[in-house]
């Protein structure tokens, strides 16, 4: 059993940056790869990044490729995600997630996710 907890969502500027963090529980979180996602009303969730269960190995989507970094610090049972560059249309709720599948873009292979934290760009 892993929980999820994602924090660091805000208000922020285009061009500007802000770090999500995702900080989980329970003794198994180092054999999850750890995926972001975010939605924005009436549209699907959206896969974002993902994580390998030991950090090695990253995935994006295309449309944050070069502004987003994610990463994991299996120590402090904690993925971040660093987003930079943001735009307007990276405004949406995040959610992390995790899965026994390396870099899956799917929500239905992802097993355990957080509540979610709020990113909103102005322009």
């Known amino acids: 059993q892993v929980q999820l907890v994602e924090s660091g969502g805000g208000l922020v500027q285009a061009g500007g940056s802000l770090r999500l963090s995702c900080a989980a529980s329970?003794?198994?979180?180092?054999?999850?790869?750890i995926g972001w996602f975010r939605q924005v009303p009436g549209k699907e969730r959206e896969f974002v990044a993902a994580?390998?269960?030991?950090?090695?190995?990253?995935y994006y989507a295309d449309s944050v490729k070069g502004r987003f970094t994610i990463s994991r610090d299996n120590a402090k049972n904690t993925v971040y995600l660093q987003m930079n560059s943001l735009k307007p249309e990276d405004s949406a709720v995040y959610y992390c997630?995790?899965?026994?599948?390396?870099?899956?873009?799917?929500?239905?292979?992802?097993?355990?996710w957080g509540q979610g934290t709020q990113v909103t760009v102005s322009s």
């Open positions: 994580v390998s269960w030991s950090g090695g190995r990253t």
């Open positions: 997630a995790g899965s026994l599948v390396a870099g899956t873009r799917w929500t239905y292979e992802y097993d355990y």
């Open positions: 329970g003794r198994t979180f180092s054999s999850y790869a």
